[in-house]
């Protein structure tokens, strides 16, 4: 079997596809893998590094800003498209999957051209603008997040919920024993992280919110991202209720023995929120496309499994009045892991290449 896989710029959208990319590698004994994704972000150097066949095209988002990008990429579009088909025509595949990103619109558009069947998957609540333009194009749409099926009204194929394969990748991970950071196993810990890189606006709000949890029951790792640490700690002491690092590379483990989550609301985190059922107050980013942080924590929240404080919101004694609320109530606190239960799909992969083994027979 023959796949092309395109996906690119954040690990929202690459993650979810090295996750179908797996499936396929254990479903498929004589499986032929090409990743088409862009010559500049991140998947340039994370996928050939997996062995997985690589083909860079150059592409850029629309700016709104920079009216000659704008232009050169709708020739830039044009010329990727010509390469994709060329690529096709030769590697000849079974199934073309655009996972999100810019990137994935010539790809898609090429399959398309060609007759070759098309599946694309949408991590976010609030649908893309390359997927949005692509669905009359796409044979098969998986979505994340169920109402999310509405906004596909002109698909050329099916829309299914399918869920967030990025999920299933923090339920296989072996828990984390708190202690190991030096928590109490019998304390409630709560996670507080803005993303990898970390977010000024939060760290500079947060100084405050870890003075004042030194009299709470409960216990704190806060996360600042790597680049905000060492300004962040500078004179600081922290209360012995409260551990403050950089970054963590195995937090999915952590989060299994963690009893509430404070953080952005990008895919990735969302998938595995609702995996392994961990109640969350979001912080959405106000700084994405589409403010779709936002409409993620919505849907969460909408559905009983979290709570929102908007970042124009964000106090010290609105987190701690909202921690208290989420913690000490435990009634509330089953309701909604149940709820996040009920939202959750932790079989994302394999329901995606059932799906397309049935679409491609």
């Known amino acids: 079997m023959k796949i092309i896989v395109s996906a690119g710029g954040t690990g929202g959208h690459i993650y979810p596809a090295l996750a179908i990319i797996n499936k396929f590698q254990e479903k498929e004994k004589d499986l032929d893998v090409l990743y088409i994704g862009t010559h500049n972000r991140m998947e340039k150097d994370l996928i050939p590094k997996r062995g997985i066949k690589y083909e860079a095209i150059e592409i850029y988002g629309f700016s709104k800003r920079d009216l000659l990008l704008d232009i050169k990429n709708v020739f830039l579009i044009n010329k990727a498209k010509k390469r994709c088909l060329e690529l096709m025509k030769e590697f000849k595949p079974d199934i073309v999957m655009g996972i999100g990103g810019y990137v994935t619109y010539p790809v898609i558009c090429a399959a398309?051209?060609?007759?070759?069947?098309?599946?694309?998957?949408?991590?976010?609540?609030?649908?893309?603008?390359?997927?949005?333009?692509?669905?009359?194009?796409?044979?098969?749409?998986?979505?994340?997040?169920?109402?999310?099926?509405?906004?596909?009204?002109?698909?050329?194929?099916?829309?299914?919920?399918?869920?967030?394969?990025?999920?299933?990748?923090?339920?296989?991970?072996?828990?984390?024993?708190?202690?190991?950071?030096?928590?109490?196993?019998?304390?409630?810990?709560?996670?507080?992280?803005?993303?990898s890189l970390g977010s000024e606006t939060v760290n500079e709000k947060m100084s405050e919110f870890l003075d004042k949890v030194k009299d709470e029951d409960y216990e704190v790792l806060y996360i600042t991202g790597k680049a905000l640490y060492e300004d962040f700690i500078k004179n600081?002491?922290?209360?012995?209720?409260?551990?403050?690092?950089?970054?963590?590379?195995?937090?999915?483990?952590?989060?299994?023995?963690?009893?509430?989550?404070?953080?952005?609301?990008?895919?990735?985190?969302?998938?595995?929120?609702?995996s392994l059922t961990l109640p969350a107050i979001f912080i959405p980013s106000p700084y994405v496309a589409n403010n779709h942080q936002y409409?993620?924590?919505?849907?969460?929240?909408?559905?009983?499994?979290?709570?929102?404080?908007?970042?124009?919101?964000?106090?010290?004694?609105?987190?701690?009045?909202?921690?208290?609320?989420?913690?000490?109530?435990?009634?509330?606190?089953?309701?909604?892991?149940?709820?996040?239960?009920?939202?959750?799909?932790?079989?994302?992969?394999?329901?995606?290449?059932?799906?397309?083994?049935?679409?491609?027979?």
Request: include cysteine.
């Open 112 to 195: 398309n051209e060609l007759g070759i069947k098309t599946f694309i998957h949408e991590q976010n609540s609030l649908p893309g603008k390359s997927n949005l333009a692509l669905q009359k194009k796409a044979d098969l749409v998986g979505v994340s997040f169920k109402e999310s099926i509405s906004k596909f009204n002109k698909v050329k194929g099916e829309v299914f919920y399918s869920g967030n394969p990025c999920g299933e990748n923090a339920l296989a991970m072996e828990p984390m024993d708190k202690e190991t950071l030096g928590f109490h196993k019998n304390k409630k810990l709560v996670v507080v992280v803005a993303g």
């Open 295 to 361: 409409y993620n924590a919505l849907e969460v929240k909408n559905n009983g499994g979290g709570e929102i404080i908007e970042e124009k919101d964000l106090t010290s004694d609105e987190l701690i009045s909202k921690i208290n609320e989420v913690l000490s109530d435990s009634s509330k606190y089953k309701q909604m892991k149940d709820n996040l239960h009920k939202m959750s799909m932790n079989n994302s992969s394999d329901l995606i290449y059932n799906k397309i083994k049935e679409l491609i027979k």
């Open 236 to 274: 600081k002491e922290f209360a012995s209720n409260v551990k403050v690092v950089p970054y963590l590379d195995n937090l999915p483990a952590l989060l299994k023995n963690t009893d509430l989550i404070i953080t952005r609301a990008g895919a990735s985190t969302m998938s595995e929120i609702l």
